[in-house]
Nanobody, 113 residues
Framework: QVRLVESGGGLVQAGGSLRLSCAAF????????MAWYRQAPGKQREFVAL???????NYVDSVKGRFTISRDNAGNTVYLQMNSLKPEDTADYLC???????WGQGTQVTVSS
């Protein structure tokens, strides 16, 4: 059974940093493209970043230069380093095996102004 477990969310002031983690269980992690999405209250779920098995990355324009996605295949974990956070980054952040219906439960990020 595939399971994704996110952690690392919290409350931070604008300009601060957070590092999110997503641990993957029960999947061939190193072969999968992994992604982060976010969903703010009243808004649609939004793609944030992805990383392929080869380490190629892609980001939504609004986070380029501020967020970095990385992965540890040995530890079956994907990370999202978020710097220079803005109030508009406030959302529930979810981990996903890209192009599948496997999602984590989400971790809340709140950025105060």
């Amino acid at each position: 059974q595939v399971r994704l477990v996110e952690s690392g969310g919290g409350l931070v002031q604008a300009g601060g940093s957070l590092r999110l983690s997503c641990a993957a269980f029960g999947s061939i992690f190193k072969l999968n493209t992994m992604a982060w999405y976010r969903q703010a209250p009243g808004k649609q779920r939004e793609f944030v970043a992805l990383i392929t098995s080869a380490g190629t990355t892609n980001y939504v324009d609004s986070v380029k230069g501020r967020f970095t996605i990385s992965r540890d295949n040995a530890g079956n974990t994907v990370y999202l380093q978020m710097n220079s956070l803005k109030p508009e980054d406030t959302a529930d952040y979810l981990c996903n095996i890209y192009s599948t219906n496997y999602w984590g439960q989400g971790t809340q990020v709140t950025v105060s102004s």
